[in-house]
């Protein structure tokens, strides 16, 4: 199971990526890529898209989304994988989430405007092919397009997180709630990118621990922003608290990311994949090694 290459952790335009989900496929072929998952952020509209465009290739598919939670006063991302797409308490959660984030970008915007940077919250929703989904990647590219930082790296460091001009508080979906929806559409779950976030160790250990006890599987181990102390350090936490390991780029646009999708490292070799939850479906889908192209069939796709 380690030697299948997975990558499990990307965006598309329905949230804040620059590819379409056929694109993204595409990458994902070229790649190497033989599991992959779409996550987009709170938003399941391009799961059909990259589905089909997959399967047309060759590559195995589970379903995926990457769910904005509020806990202990942070922002956590939660991935889920292979639910079912239509489950109504999923769909209609993942609604309710959307449906803040036009106040919110107004708020970011009105707060741009006093920093003496105008039109953001325009120039933001001009750059979202989802309005639904204008998130501060949208307001970082067009602080970048219009001469205010070099970078979308640099926008975040001068701007859009807390302390900083940009910066909007806002209260996301509960963690049992985004558990709930995922693991009730027939989902498993992940922590995503745990070194992103400034938990102590205390209120770190209290998010596996819950995590964990409303029935979440997985953590990110392998992941675009993890260094490679980062690894090992949650390859731990994945074995202390029992927990599968996941491997995802986060692979947003090609001039943004570090990594491409696919070319990440192995997982440890100690960890258990993620992906042997689907180990029957996926059977006969074993090795090349990751890089290699093919010899997949194009059936047998997880749901
Ligand atoms: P939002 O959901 O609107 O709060 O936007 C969160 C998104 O902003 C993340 O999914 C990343 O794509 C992006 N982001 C957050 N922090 C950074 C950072 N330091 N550098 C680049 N992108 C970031
Ligand atoms: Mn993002
Ligand atoms: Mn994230
Ligand atoms: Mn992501």
């Known amino acids: ?3 299948l290459n997975a990558d499990l952790h990307c965006h598309s335009t329905a949230s804040d990526g620059s590819l379409s989900p056929t694109a993204l496929a595409q990458r994902a072929h070229e790649g190497g890529v033989q599991l992959w998952s779409l996550t987009d952020h709170d938003e399941l509209a391009g799961q059909r898209e ?7 290739l060759g590559i195995a598919y589970v379903s995926g989304v990457e769910i904005s939670v509020s806990f202990a006063g942070e922002t956590v991302h939660i991935l889920g994988f292979g639910f079912d797409p ?19 970008a107004q708020e970011m915007g009105e707060s741009l405007a006093k920093a003496g940077i105008p039109g953001a919250y325009e120039g933001a929703l001009a750059l979202a092919p989802n309005p639904e989904l204008v998130s501060r990647t949208h307001f970082a590219r067009f602080l970048v397009e219009h001469g205010h930082c070099s970078s979308v ?28 929806w ?32 409303h029935g979440g599987r997985g953590v990110e181990v392998t992941c675009g922003s993890h260094f490679p102390d980062e690894v090992a350090k949650y390859a731990d936490m994945a074995l ?7 491997r995802g780029s986060d692979f947003h646009a090609p001039d943004e990311s ?19 939850v689907w180990a029957d479906t996926l059977a006969g889908r074993q090795a090349p090694r990751a890089g290699q192209p093919g010899a997949l069939a194009a059936d047998a796709a997880v749901s």
């Open 1 to 3: 199971m380690h030697l």
């Open 50 to 56: 990259a589905r089909e465009a997959a399967e047309a």
């Open 86 to 104: 239509d489950h109504p308490a999923l769909v209609a959660g993942l609604a309710g989430l959307r449906a803040g984030r036009i106040t919110r």
């Open 153 to 180: 790296h640099e926008v975040f460091t001068r701007f859009l997180k807390e302390g900083k001009p940009g910066f909007v508080p806002h209260r996301w979906a509960g963690l049992g709630d985004a558990l709930r």
């Open 182 to 213: 995922v693991h009730g559409a027939g989902g498993v779950t992940a922590i995503a990118h745990p070194a992103r976030y400034r938990f102590s160790p205390t209120v770190e250990f209290a998010l596996f621990g819950e995590f964990q006890a």
């Open 240 to 246: 202390e608290f029992d927990l599968l390991a996941s």
């Open 258 to 276: 570090r990594v491409p999708l696919g070319s990440l490292p192995d997982l440890p070799g100690k960890v258990e994949p993620l992906w042997s």
